[in-house]
């Protein structure tokens, strides 16, 4: 018996748990939407739409549902064997983001504690940013789109187009 015959099953059922991965997170994302909908309308009806702390809520909803996207993108583009990277980079940087904008001192025991994570989420921000700016730098050829850039691409997302290996023609 070969090893890459006994290896195959084990291979197959990877990729349908990665599918199913994906559609979890579908699924995950619509939930999570249609609760900040029915936050949005609550808020709404009880005109507490201008309180800064549910707005700050309602931030940090979408900016979890936008980690959903990215963690989704992320076993998509593994399980086509693409690279990920800057998808998790991506990600990354969203959720120290989220953490930064929700950042509340008075949740924390002492001022020196609140000092100790403010600047743990400052210096984990930094690296991230130039992690994602080195990634970007040397890997200008990759299949997955800069999220950053400003998109005009007519392949779709995830496809490079025809002409852009070619710049100059």
């Not at 195959?8 to 609760?35: H, R």
Request: charged share 20%.
């Amino acid at each position: 018996m070969r090893i890459e015959d006994a290896v195959e099953p084990s291979e197959q059922g990877m990729k349908l748990l990665e599918v199913g991965t994906a559609y979890f997170l579908m699924v995950l994302f619509a939930i999570g939407f249609v609760d900040l909908l029915l936050v949005l309308v609550e808020l709404l009806l009880s005109g507490e739409f201008t309180d800064p702390n549910q707005v700050i809520d309602i931030i940090d909803t979408v900016l979890v549902l936008l980690i959903i996207v990215e963690i989704h993108q992320t076993v998509v583009a593994f399980s086509r064997n693409e690279p990920v990277v800057r998808i998790v980079i991506s990600a990354a940087l969203i959720a120290i983001t989220r953490k930064v904008i929700s950042f509340r001192p008075g949740e924390y025991a002492s001022i020196d504690d609140a000092f100790v994570a403010a600047s743990a989420f400052s210096l984990l921000l930094a690296v991230l940013v130039a992690a994602y700016f080195v990634v970007r730098r040397v890997n200008t050829g990759a299949t997955v789109p800069d999220p950053l850039a400003d998109g005009n691409d007519a392949a779709g997302p995830g496809r490079e187009s025809v002409g852009d290996s070619n710049e100059g023609g």
